[in-house]
């Protein structure tokens, strides 16, 4: 039952791309930045034009200051020097001169505020393309995540590590960023503003002690204090049930903000509630529930899971140059490694170029959108799947259609029209992921079917990019997952023979940890394939 509705969700992000195929329509403009990677390197862009006005305005205000400086001192050494006396008439003349007219100049001087104004103007230009809350709040669930699927520590997160406690660093970036005290209680905010407060504490906590270290220096862009840490921290302990803690975060806050009148109130409440032994019920911090609570704990050992745990490690799979009966590939086999009999899984290494891939990013890059997946008989956008996609019809480019070729050639199936979908690529955003999901569909409503030519049959997804750590594609029930592995195909059957959807393809895409995940998937159908995947004799195949 949980298998069905887990396929109507995750049956298809294809609808639209199947009639609609954008050609003529204009790019989509920038939106949000978090869910392409594609989008969050546009933003650099955004931010190299800020930086060239902030230089232009520091060197203005900087000239400025100068000038300042040196009427100041020419003034000061006059009244420095014991022989400058007003008996000489000219020195007389230019006080006089100075207190009428030089000195409303350089006070009322107008240049500060064009200089102002030049740099407002420079963020204008760019307001299109800066990232909106929305945007924010995605990237900072993103961090929240990965802090989830790959059990790392907040603490070791702000700090720049990638690592799980008691495991060797999943990531080690070649120059190790950390996160600020404000960065921290944004992520803790986006948490705490939902009710999540098993994040936010966390996060909060982080917050606070990095602001307590920095306390009395202040960062011009920090919208948040150590203030407002302590009291979002203060508030989230309460709901977990935690008073007391509650009651000395509030008795800390007091110490830099006695006058605070609300806070003197929770702290005569948190007090009242200690006496009186109401609400001193802390049970530990439960994380909230995904959409997608059976499979979680699989789901997230799986992604955790070392590379190079794949197929391989049971005697009957191994590899092998296939030629599959084609011309084709007489001359250049397809490598082959068997990575799953149950269900059929495939790995096509070398599937296909460097070059070809760059050449399939580019020509999807301008009409990325973001994914959708089917929710009974519509399509939305879901916190489940945060990617961007596009499709790319085989006209598009030969590369394309090449490539069409070669897939018939290495399934043996019947890819013309319709027997098989436009080629989906998809460029996943900070920490994108796809939560476990089958490509087939497991409802007779499903738009898939709106094809007419049946189910989804075979899924092929054509890793065009590496990753540096994350990404994998884990299959649940199977109990197995397969790192990002550049330009090669993952094959799989997601219909058994007898035209049942097979419940051992339930996949996922893991978050990305770190680096740009593209992949292109072509879904093909069960019409066309009749005599190139006949049934089994038994009807339980
Ligand atoms: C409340 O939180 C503090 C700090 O995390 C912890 O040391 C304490 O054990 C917690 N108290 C209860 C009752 O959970
Ligand atoms: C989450 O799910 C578990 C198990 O289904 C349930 O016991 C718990 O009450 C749920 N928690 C919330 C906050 O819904
Ligand atoms: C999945 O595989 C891992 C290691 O290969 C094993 O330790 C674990 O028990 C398996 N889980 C299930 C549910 O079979």
């Known amino acids: 039952a949980g298998a069905g509705a887990l396929g109507t969700l995750g049956a298809l992000g294809a609808l639209g791309g199947l009639w609609a195929l954008l050609a003529l329509l204009p790019p989509p403009a920038p939106a949000e930045t978090f869910s392409a990677m594609l989008s969050v390197r546009g933003a650099l862009g955004a931010e190299r034009r800020l930086l060239r006005r902030l230089r232009s305005y520091l060197r203005d205000e900087s000239s400025r200051l100068r000038r300042l400086r040196r009427f100041y001192e020419k003034v000061q ?15 007389a003349f230019s006080l006089i001169k100075r207190l009428h007219s030089d000195w409303p100049s350089i006070v009322y001087s107008d240049e500060a505020t064009s200089n102002t104004q030049a740099l407002h103007a420079g963020l204008r230009e760019v307001e299109q393309e800066l990232p909106g809350a929305e945007d924010l709040d995605g990237a900072a669930r993103a961090l929240m995540r990965l802090q989830d699927v790959y059990a790392l520590s907040v603490k070791g997160l702000a700090s720049g590590v990638f690592q799980r406690a008691g495991h060797p660093p999943l990531y080690s970036p070649g120059r190790r960023v950390s996160l600020s005290a404000d960065d921290c209680f944004h992520v803790g905010k986006v948490a705490y503003d939902t009710g999540d407060y098993y994040h936010s504490i966390a996060w909060l ?135 799953q009999i149950q269900p059929y899984v495939a790995l096509y290494h070398d599937f296909i170029t460097d070059a070809e891939a760059e050449t399939i990013k580019g020509l999807a890059g301008p009409w990325l959108q973001r994914s959708v997946v089917a929710s009974g008989e519509k399509q939305q956008k879901a916190e489940y799947r945060i990617s961007k996609s596009a499709w790319l019809k085989d006209t598009a480019d030969p590369v394309v259609r090449a490539l069409d070729t070669r897939i018939a050639a290495v399934t043996g199936l019947d890819l013309r029209p319709p027997y098989a979908e436009y080629l989906q690529v998809v460029n996943y955003g900070l ?41 994998s594609t884990a299959f649940i029930y199977a109990n197995f997952s397969v790192p990002v592995v550049k330009n090669a195909a993952l094959f799989w059957w997601n219909l058994r023979r007898n035209g049942n959807g097979d419940g051992d393809t339930l996949h996922a895409g893991c978050p990305v940890l770190a680096g740009d995940k593209w992949v292109a998937n072509k879904w093909i159908h069960e019409h066309g394939q009749e005599f190139r995947r006949p049934c089994g004799a038994d009807p339980q195949d």
């Open 77 to 91: 050494a006059l009244h420095q020097d014991p022989k400058a006396s007003v008996d000489n008439p000219l020195l």
């Open 205 to 339: 906590e982080e917050a606070a002690s990095l602001f307590r270290l920095s306390y009395g220096s202040w960062n011009l862009e920090d919208r948040s204090s150590l203030e407002d840490a302590l009291d979002h921290l203060a508030f989230s302990y309460f709901m977990a049930g935690n008073i007391s803690h509650a009651l000395s975060l509030s008795r800390e806050f007091l110490r830099y903000d006695p006058s605070n009148q609300r806070v003197s109130r929770n702290v005569a409440k948190y007090k009242k509630l200690l006496e009186t032994g109401t609400g001193a019920s802390a049970s530990p911090l439960q994380r909230p529930n995904s959409t997608r609570l059976q499979s979680r704990d699989a789901y997230e050992e799986l992604c955790q899971r070392p590379r190079g745990q794949v197929g391989l490690q049971l005697l009957h799979l191994g590899c092998s140059y296939e030629t599959n009966g084609s011309p084709y590939l007489l001359l250049q086999p397809a490598k082959k490694e068997l990575v």
């Open 431 to 471: 920490g994108g992921h796809y939560e476990p999901h089958f490509d087939h569909a497991t409802s007779r409503k499903s738009p898939l079917y709106r094809m007419k030519s049946g189910n989804r049959i075979a899924t092929i997804m054509i890793y065009l990019s590496s990753v540096e750590a994350g990404g």
